[in-house]
């Protein structure tokens, strides 16, 4: 008994010093990875790399923005969920963290069980825009004068996203549904493209972000309808909500988060987590993610957690009311 005693004590004192060991082994040892599921240029893409910079300085290694496009964003998504190295990240969307695998079972990934959610970055609304030229809606006409364009042109008009399932696409289907409208669903691989389609007459509407919007909308291309918020919103106040366009009971946001693979050792994702949340709330990032069109939030991962179930949970609803399924 005295030799088993002995025996695991010895156990107990190194299983005591190995927690510590391990915490202390070096941390990052090459590059830090983050994977963009959408093209150089789109929303995501400029919100990783505003990151990149501080997250560098701060980790002591560089940090390379890989963009792996396609399928709205689940490419990117399902590469990040299944890298193995401890050095990979993804900065992401609504919809590959809460519905991807509702629309699609086939997805080869589980956007509840395959993602550790390390901080929610930014919130939007987006703006319905429409281009300023077309033939059966007058320049001046008001947003209850769209709607009574679109509802006259039925499937004869088409609207674009940045594909299948993303939250643009799940929000202009709920805005069918309240507004009687019926365009065609076109995807895209990101907003710029899909502003791009706007103005060479491809696509009579679509939703996009403020920051896309104003922009052209200031270059005289594209007019705004509404915002897609529950009233006005301090990224673009002076663009009516659309329940001041008549859409009632209508509420959507856009947001992007930082989620590591679910197999990165827990002492590194709350590392980050941290760190991309004092990044996040910091004067400088919160200008500029504010300037591309987004509230900061910089939560904690518990935070961002409970937000995928919430979006979960709400847009789903929406895919099986409006039997959404990939095309």
């Known amino acids: 008994m005295h030799a088993l005693s002995r025996r695991a004590a010895l156990l107990a004192a190194l299983a005591a010093t190995a927690s510590p060991w391990v915490a202390a082994q070096p941390w990052p040892t ?95 609304p987006l703006v ?6 077309q033939p059966d809606v007058p320049a001046t006409a008001s947003a209850k004068e769209f709607f009574e364009a679109a509802r006259k042109a039925g499937d004869k008009w088409s609207y674009g996203t940045p594909g299948v399932g993303t939250v643009g696409h799940i929000g202009t289907e709920l805005l069918k549904a309240r507004s009687h409208i019926n365009p065609v669903h076109v995807p895209y691989p990101g907003y710029p493209q899909v502003a791009t389609a706007m103005l060479g007459g491809q696509l009579q509407m679509a939703m996009i972000p403020p920051a896309l919007a104003q922009a052209q909308a200031r270059a005289g291309k594209l007019r705004m309808i509404g915002v897609t918020s529950s009233g006005r919103s301090s990224l673009a106040p002076d663009v009516p909500s659309l329940a001041e366009a008549g859409i009632q009971d209508f509420s959507l946001e856009i947001w992007n988060a930082f989620a590591a693979p679910a197999s990165m050792p827990a002492a590194i994702q709350a590392r980050l987590s941290a760190l991309i949340s004092d990044i ?44 959404i399924k990939v095309e």
């Not at 599921?37 to 400029?46: E, K, Q, V």
């Not at 900061?296 to 979006?311: F, M, P, Q, Y």
Request: hydrophobic share 40%; glycine share 12%.
């Open 30 to 124: 090459k590059p830090l990875k983050i994977i963009v599921g959408f093209p150089p240029g789109s929303s995501p893409d400029i919100t990783a790399r505003t990151f990149s910079e501080p997250l560098s300085k701060a980790l002591g290694q560089p940090v390379i923005v890989e963009n792996k496009v396609g399928a709205g964003g689940n490419i990117g998504a399902d590469a990040v969920a299944k890298a193995t190295d401890d050095h990979t990240i993804g900065l992401m969307i609504n919809g590959n963290m809460t519905i991807a695998k509702l629309l699609n079972p086939t997805v080869p990934f589980d956007p509840l069980k395959d993602f550790a959610p390390l901080s929610l970055v930014g919130t939007s």
């Open 128 to 133: 319905l825009t429409a281009p300023v030229s």
């Open 280 to 323: 996040t709330r910091s004067e400088e990032v919160r200008g500029k993610l504010f300037q591309q069109g987004w509230n900061t939030v910089g939560s904690s991962a518990e935070g961002l957690a409970n937000r995928i179930k919430a979006d979960t949970r709400a847009l789903g609803r929406v895919i099986a009311e409006r039997g």
